[in-house]
């Protein structure tokens, strides 16, 4: 098949000498996997992969800069023109009886061949660079062109070989906007012992990824429709036919999907928006007064599950906690009566660095209700306007914006360091936040002597 929509001058220039060096030395070489996808889909490609005929002893000889990065495997890492590229011997795989790594590979000269091992067929093509010429076994670019998920020979053999697969299947669904073809999605589900076996950082990784798509529902339908997600997060599936209340036209999980969906593509905020209601199956009740459905609380009890969770699969301490937090604070609940110190008291709750990401969350929150929110976005605007004055106007917001510190509250009360100094700057704060006059030093002072007393006499 000649090269129907991938040219040499597509290609970085760096990666077509790197190839036409291996060729001059011998060799040949291919650009191959998800960068060669994403050339061919009109996408940005990223890290350029190569394939070649010489064994890693042979690259390493052939360059002056090369790092043997997974050399058991046959990868080595060769730096040209100051960039990593990674560069893959052909090879085979022998059984897989682990279902995560082969139990053997062996090198082989046929790029067909090593393209048969490959998970996807639009992730099974090859590109000779010098000669021109796409290598298509399995009629990737047909796939491409219907948008099709399909793969390389029989699904089921190939999920169980890899648990990885079945997650990786998802993602590309999303990131791609394919459809899965029918006897790959039938092969998830039978192979799902292995998708067990895959370590929670993997299943992470992968997450992290389709949250990157722009549509990252569909890789979580499917991951729901296939029996992956009732592995990995069983509370979500619990949201499925939840149905909700009056101001809802979805139940939580289609809820769920619209927010994710309409928050900022960051992983944060996607993760924040499938996590947010992650409590409410466990706390809804009918209300007897309404005769209508009532989810008390579940912000922090979702808050705590999804704590748990975010450990159990490794995100990071600063992921995690950005996240419970916006789960914590999901329900704002504003309204236009609120006073000034009211504004001020929420800004200091949810920590005015925070409160864009709270905002944003909120929005996607209320557009994810599938009804007429228009008043609901409006108020949102509103609550934002009353934030930014806030902040023009140089509130505190915080211990640290107050006019004394530390050692003036120990000072003035003649007391050493210790946590009631914490105590006193708090109701400072509090004071401050109902009236923000009263943010001056002298004024500050004596407060500081009226707590004393009070604490005094408790
Ligand atoms: P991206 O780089 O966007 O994550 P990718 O398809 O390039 O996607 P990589 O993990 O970089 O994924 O792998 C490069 C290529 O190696 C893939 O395109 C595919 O051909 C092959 N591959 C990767 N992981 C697997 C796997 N688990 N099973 C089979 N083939 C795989
Ligand atoms: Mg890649």
């Not at 899965?180 to 992290?208: A, M």
């Not at 722009?214 to 069983?234: C, H, K, N, Q, W």
Request: proline share 4%.
């Amino acid at each position: 098949m000649t090269a129907r929509r991938v040219h040499a001058g597509t290609i970085p220039e760096p990666v077509l000498s790197l190839c036409k060096a291996i060729r001059d030395g011998g060799y040949r070489a291919w650009v191959v996997g998800g960068s060669l996808r994403d050339l061919l889909m009109r996408r940005d490609p990223k890290d350029w992969d190569l394939a070649t005929s010489a064994t890693p002893e042979q690259i390493t000889a052939l360059f002056r800069r090369v790092i043997p990065t997974g050399i058991e495997h046959g990868t080595v890492t060769v730096l040209w023109h100051g960039e990593p590229y990674e560069v893959t011997t052909l090879r085979g795989e022998g059984g897989y009886s682990d279902g995560r790594r082969p139990d053997h590979v062996y090198f082989i000269d046929d790029i067909e061949q090593d393209l048969a091992r490959r998970d996807f067929t639009v992730n099974a093509l090859a590109y000779d660079t010098v000669d021109d010429r796409l290598i298509d076994p399995f009629g990737g670019l047909n796939d491409m062109d219907a948008g099709l998920l399909r793969t390389v020979g029989s699904a089921e053999e190939r999920f169980a070989e890899d648990g990885l697969r079945v997650l990786r299947a998802a993602r590309f669904v999303a990131v791609l906007e394919f459809d899965i073809e029918r006897h790959t999605r039938n092969g998830i589900t039978s192979s799902l012992e292995s998708f067990r076996k895959v370590s929670p950082e993997r299943v992470r990784d992968e997450w992290l990824k389709t949250f990157a798509a722009r549509v990252p529902s569909r890789g979580f339908e499917l991951m729901r429709d296939t029996g992956i997600l009732a592995i990995t997060y069983p509370e979500l599936m619990d949201q499925v036919g939840c149905e909700q209340n009056r101001y809802h036209a979805y139940d939580v999980w289609g809820h769920t999907m619209a927010c994710m969906d309409a928050c900022e593509q960051g992983p944060i905020h996607r993760l924040a928006g499938l996590l947010h209601d992650v409590g409410k199956p466990k706390t809804r009740e009918l209300s007897d007064k309404t005769g209508d459905y009532t989810f008390y609380n579940h912000e922090v009890v979702g808050a705590r599950m999804a704590e748990g969770w975010l450990k159990r699969y490794r995100f990071s301490n600063d992921e995690r906690q950005q996240v419970v937090h916006l789960v914590r604070h999901h329900l704002v609940c504003y309204e236009d009566s609120w006073s000034d110190a009211a504004v001020r008291r929420f800004i200091k709750r949810v920590g005015l660095d925070r409160v864009p990401a709270l905002l944003a969350l909120a929005r996607a929150d209320v557009l994810a209700k599938g009804r007429e929110v228009g008043e609901e976005l409006a108020a949102l605007e509103r609550l934002q306007a009353r934030v930014d004055s806030a902040v023009d106007q140089g509130a505190a917001f915080g211990v640290r914006d107050l006019a004394i510190g530390g050692t003036d509250v120990m000072k003035r009360l003649g007391v050493p360091p210790g946590p009631i100094i914490g105590d006193v700057l708090e109701k400072l704060l509090v004071r401050v936040l109902d009236d923000p006059a009263l943010n001056e030093r002298d004024r500050l002072l004596d407060a500081v002597d009226e707590i004393g007393q009070e604490m005094h006499r408790s």
